[in-house]
């Protein structure tokens, strides 16, 4: 069973970054690719960022431009920076490790950590 920890998550003012890490219970190197979603209050699961064994990135609409997905295979933890964060952005964010077959279908899911970017 692989399990995943998110950390990081908070609250922000607008314009503040936050850096959530990923910790899995597994070598990173083994799997495919490693993602982040997010859920907001009352809004379907989006795609964030994914990050391929090699180190290639992809963003979806929810991350592009402001936030940035890197890999560390040492310590088995993925990462997201966000930055320039805004109201829109609050929710809860979740890690999953899983592989691209044509699109990304992550497999395993952290239970999350909240983000709340609020004045």
């Known amino acids: 069973q692989v399990r995943l920890v998110e950390s990081g998550g908070g609250l922000v003012q607008p314009g503040g970054s936050l850096t959530l890490s990923c910790a899995a219970s597994i070598s990173i190197f083994s799997v495919d690719a490693m993602g982040w979603y997010r859920q907001a209050p009352g809004k379907q699961r989006e795609l964030v960022a994914t990050i391929t064994r090699d180190g290639r990135t992809n963003y979806a609409d929810a991350g592009k431009g402001r936030f940035t997905v890197s890999r560390d295979n040492a310590k088995n933890t993925v990462y997201l920076q966000m930055n320039s964060l805004k109201p829109e952005d609050t929710a809860v964010y979740y890690c999953?490790?899983?592989?691209?077959?044509?699109?990304?279908?992550?497999?395993?899911w952290g239970q999350g950590t909240q983000v709340t970017v609020s004045s």
């Open positions: 999953n490790a899983g592989y691209y077959s044509g699109a990304y279908t992550p497999v395993y």
